[in-house]
């Protein structure tokens, strides 16, 4: 089973192509568990929020394994929400570092245009380079492989699949 993570700062087409890769592959998508919270419980996330946001990623991510698939597509993990707790709170607590790991990360640059939508936060350049550096630091921290997706979005639909391809030889 491979697993691949959509991972980057917001709204740079992460949502939209995992939708779209996992109905082509047929292969389960865990949703961003982080948004639904935001979309029904708040958006003035605590550090208790994200730790229970990462908790039920996992969660999930665990339940869409079983069975073995040979491809999971993850809409963002424990790792995602480790870089918006050093972006909201300045640190990031060990445990969000701890969970398993995808075998691939897609960080997805933001470098296509900022759409607001109500439960994203940092969308003026300065901060969407920040968070991007952000998220990479986090996966440089705790030593995963990943591929930068970048360019308009026909240009990270190839090259998610491409990258996608090369895991299965």
Not at 66 to 91: H, I, K, S, Y
Request: net charge negative; hydrophobic share 45%; charged share 25%.
């Amino acid at each position: 089973m491979i697993r691949v993570c959509f991972h980057g700062a917001e709204s740079t087409g992460k949502s939209v192509l995992a939708r779209k890769l996992s109905g082509e592959f047929v292969c389960p998508l865990v949703p961003e568990f982080g948004r639904i919270y935001a979309e029904n419980v708040t958006t003035d996330f605590t550090m208790p929020d994200l730790l229970e946001i990462a908790s039920e990623q996992d969660r999930l991510m665990r339940i869409s394994c079983e069975g073995n698939p040979r491809l999971v597509l993850l809409d963002t993990d424990p790792l995602m929400t480790a870089a918006w707790a050093q972006m909201m709170f300045g640190e990031i607590p060990g445990e969000l570092l701890e969970y398993d790991k995808a075998e691939l990360y897609l960080l997805f640059s933001p470098d296509v245009p900022w759409v607001a939508d109500g439960t994203r936060f940092f969308g003026t350049p300065e901060l969407r380079a920040q968070f991007a550096a952000t998220a990479e630091a986090v996966l440089r921290q705790v030593g995963v492989v990943y591929e930068t997706v970048s360019g308009d979005f026909a240009d990270r639909e190839r090259q998610a699949r491409a990258a996608i391809a090369r895991m299965f030889g």
